[in-house]
């Protein structure tokens, strides 16, 4: 038996235990009979007795260095040590777990009730009151000059402009914008809330009603809802209508859809389709010709061409719309923001958009910011259309409560009962906007409940309340509950000034409608004036003093200081005029 018994199997290392090949390698090296004993045996045995002790002393040499081997192979094959477990109660005090920050219960400035707008804290009005996001305005794309930029047919080709009456999107013609003031925007967008659809302000909520649209626009606001849904088309079908109906090439239609990447015509190549259809109509009428290929191309010219401008009205009433109409809105309801110019001609008869002609503000809101934040109620005109009835009567699905959507992008919720003064009646606290907006409805359930609006969502004449004896007049409790659960002013107090909550900006706005600092002092200089003209006596004068001091308190503790009103031109032309007769009196 050789050495390497128990390490190697034929020709590779043995995987057997250590303690497997150190039993079987002793067993091979001491003899049986015992420890150190002899064992008898036969003659022959005898005398062969000094060459098997010096066997087995040599054998158990090779033994032991077998299992020096095999004590190193021990070693080299002990898995390393695992690491010591540190101790949990070191660990804590080492390291604390980290205590979760208390809920957020209200808002330096509001709202201090979360109810009403429990993702305030990730609007940006919470930024701009934190004096954050003050340098950020808004890129307004407007086509409104494209559009006013079109070649028209003649008012007497009645071919054309009957299909597009029918339609009932003439109206949109006339109140398309050259200019839009950025800056008036972004103030007026950074206080919308989308939980309410309203603008919130200092003097309540406003937003943009039905019958806003309706009035400013002149289009139909019953009936079904704009709804895109299951009338996606694919690209060989785009194709095979865009050559029907708009007599674009199936080539360059392609090559749009490539750009566009999908079944989709942009607003340039669509405004070259309009005026290519336009020229081939006015040929074939102007040509004398009476044959039936020229009646053919005569009537196909005039097809495509009211199909691309009925595509032309569908694209301004989705995508110029939102600008356009919320810029006719502040426009009609706060007389002081916007500049613009007033059509000399303009008739009951179009709509009020088409009344104002806006020219282009600033881009930045800083300006507008503040003039809000100042906002007085008498500055509002609430209702503006009542000159207009008789040519756009008053709609009773504008008391709809609900979502409402154009197309499948624009989908937001209108609630009548959250700006009843826009109405003409006493502003209460209102209901909760998930009982009629409820969430998890898709447009289908929109549009149908849009068209049984008196079922469900309809604001009932309980709701109305009175009709209003003033714009301006409210429920007594309307205000402060108002301003616990909304934020009505944008710009933070000045740094080192005490923090500002709701109830203190109630008083600051109550104060400053009743506090004009102007009659206080005229008041209190004509008693003065009339005091000292008499004989005081020390205690008269006194008393004087103390009543002096206490009619300047509000003064001085509610001031709001006020931005100068800038000087009218011709303001300064007078001064002007005025400085320049000074200068030549002098010389």
Not at 272 to 296: P, R
Not at 300 to 317: A, E, N, Q
Not at 551 to 574: A, F, I, M, N, W
């Amino acid at each position: 038996m050789t050495d390497e018994v128990g390490r190697q199997r034929g020709g590779w290392k043995s995987r057997a235990r250590s303690s497997t090949r150190r039993e079987r390698v002793t067993e091979v090296a001491i003899p049986r009979g015992g420890k150190g004993k002899e064992v008898a045996g036969s003659t022959s045995e005898a005398q062969d007795e000094p060459e098997s002790q010096h066997e087995v002393v040599a054998e158990a040499q090779d033994v032991d260095e077998v299992n020096a081997e095999i004590e190193a192979e021990e070693k080299d094959e002990q898995p390393p040590p695992s690491p010591q477990k540190k101790n949990p109660r070191t660990t804590r005090r080492r390291n604390p777990p980290q205590v979760a920050p208390p809920p957020v219960t209200g808002y330096g400035g509001g709202p201090s009730d979360l109810s009403l707008l429990p993702s305030f804290g990730k609007h940006v009005a919470a930024s701009l009151w934190r004096g954050e996001c003050v340098g950020r305005y808004l890129k307004c794309m407007n086509n409104g000059k494209k559009v006013n930029d079109f070649d028209k047919p003649d008012s007497n080709l009645r071919w054309f402009w009957n299909v597009v009456d029918a339609s009932g999107l003439r109206p949109l013609l006339k109140t398309n914008y050259n200019h839009v003031d950025w800056g008036l925007l972004t103030a007026f967008t950074k206080r919308w809330h989308p939980e309410t659809g309203t603008f919130y302000l200092p003097i309540s909520e406003m937003t943009i009603t039905l019958d806003d649209v309706s009035c400013l626009l002149h289009i139909p606001i019953n009936g079904k809802m704009l709804n895109h849904v299951g009338t996606a088309c694919s690209m060989a079908e785009g194709k095979d209508m865009c050559e029907k109906y708009l007599n674009f090439n199936r080539d360059d239609c392609k090559q749009e859809f490539s750009k566009m990447k999908g079944a989709h015509i942009g607003f340039p190549k669509l405004e070259k389709i309009y005026h290519a259809n336009l020229s081939q109509a006015l040929e074939a009428e102007n040509n004398q010709e009476s044959d039936d290929e020229t009646s053919v191309k005569l009537t196909r010219g005039i097809g495509v061409l009211l199909d691309s401008h009925i595509c032309l009205t569908t694209w301004m009433l989705q995508v110029a719309r939102n600008v356009e109409i919320t810029v006719a809105c502040i426009m009609v309801h706060f007389k002081r923001f916007g500049m613009r110019f007033l059509v000399d001609d303009y008739t009951h008869q179009e709509p009020v958009a088409a009344k104002f002609v806006p020219l282009k503000g600033a881009k930045f809101p800083d300006e507008h910011r503040t003039v809000l934040d100042r906002m007085e109620v008498d500055e509002v005109t609430f209702c503006p259309y009542e000159n207009h009835r008789h040519t756009r009567p008053f709609v009773d699905i504008s008391w709809y409560s609900g979502w409402i959507m154009c197309g499948n992008a624009m989908i937001c919720s209108h609630f009548p009962e959250r700006i009843l003064r826009q109405y003409g009646h006493v502003q209460s606290i209102p209901r909760a906007p998930d009982v009629s907006a409820k969430a998890g409805m898709n447009r289908f359930s929109i549009d149908q409940g849009f068209r049984e609006y008196l079922t469900h969502n309809y604001v009932t004449e309980e709701m109305h309340g009175p009709r209003a004896q003033n714009g301006f007049d409210t429920d007594p409790e309307y205000i402060a509950w108002f301003y616990q659960v909304s934020h009505p002013k944008l710009w933070p107090p000045i740094q080192g000034n005490p923090p500002r909550p709701s109830n203190v900006l109630i008083v600051e706005d109550n104060a400053n409608e009743k506090c004009d600092v102007f009659e206080i002092c005229s008041a209190i200089r004509t008693e003065v004036r009339e005091k000292l003209d008499s004989d005081l006596t020390l205690e008269e004068a006194r008393k004087l003093l103390e009543k002096v001091y206490g009619d300047l308190e509000p003064v001085t503790t509610y001031s709001v200081r006020r931005k100068r009103k800038r000087h009218s031109g011709e303001g300064k032309k007078k001064r002007k005029k005025k400085r320049s007769g000074e200068a030549g009196l002098s010389h």
